[in-house]
């Protein structure tokens, strides 16, 4: 079953990572990381199937 909350939450939290390390504020690394914390709190389903 898909929670669509954490579907939204995880989607909005990779687009600001992804807006900040286009800014600036994030390496490459430090944005794979961010990414991968991410997907470990959120689970989205999309990243699963």
Known sequence: MI???SEIQYILV???LADMAKAG???DTELT???HL???KYRPSTVWE
């Open 38 to 40: 991410a997907v470990e």
């Open 25 to 27: 504020f994030l390496t």
């Open 33 to 35: 990381t961010a990414k």
């Open 3 to 5: 929670d669509v909350k």
């Open 14 to 16: 990779t687009r600001l």
